[in-house]
């Protein structure tokens, strides 16, 4: 479906992610997935007593740069059309692509955050990139309360930078 667009690496990812179930207050499998594909490629992982998952991958040549946390949230809206049936805690997300648009079948896309958790995987797979040390920080229930980011402890992060992935504002 989506595997014309660019770059390919993060469309895959989205394209995973919508298969699995995260609607807020129910991360658990999108947080098992993630923390799958962290081990997978090398990175230390973990996640916290709220939730939310954090991993680490070591600077690829530049060993002396700060630790740069990429922060994006786990949950998305669980909204679809009256005349659709779909179960959001099994039925997969169904994206199609709309002309320069990508859309999902009767019910919300969910690219509020998965476009940021699919960057961080293809991040953590990608190889040969030169960066300094990197932190991934997915937190839970961003939509509809803020748990994961209340709930969060200082020393759970490392980074001394952050970006958030989840941003409309284009300035």
Request: proline share 4%; glycine share 8%; with cysteine.
């Amino acid at each position: 479906m989506l595997e014309d667009l660019e770059p390919k690496i993060v469309w895959k990812y989205f394209e995973e992610i919508c298969k699995i179930p995260r609607c807020s207050k129910h991360e658990e499998k999108i947080a098992e997935y993630i923390m799958e594909v962290a081990k997978q490629h090398g990175l230390e992982v973990e996640k916290d007593d709220v939730g939310n998952v954090i991993a680490r991958k070591k600077a690829n040549g530049y060993d002396n740069a700060p630790m740069v946390t990429l922060q994006c949230h786990m949950d998305m809206v669980c909204e679809k059309n009256k005349d659709v049936e779909h179960d959001f805690s099994k039925d997969p997300i169904q994206p199609y692509v709309d002309g320069e648009w990508v859309k999902a079948k009767g019910t919300t896309l969910g690219a509020d955050n998965g476009i940021g958790l699919a960057m961080c995987l293809a991040l953590m797979e990608i190889k040969d990139a030169k960066h300094g040390p990197l932190e991934f920080l997915f937190t839970v229930d961003e939509e509809t309360g803020l748990t994961g980011a209340f709930g969060l402890k200082k020393e759970f992060i490392k980074g001394k930078l952050l970006i958030n992935l989840d941003s409309e504002d284009l300035a």
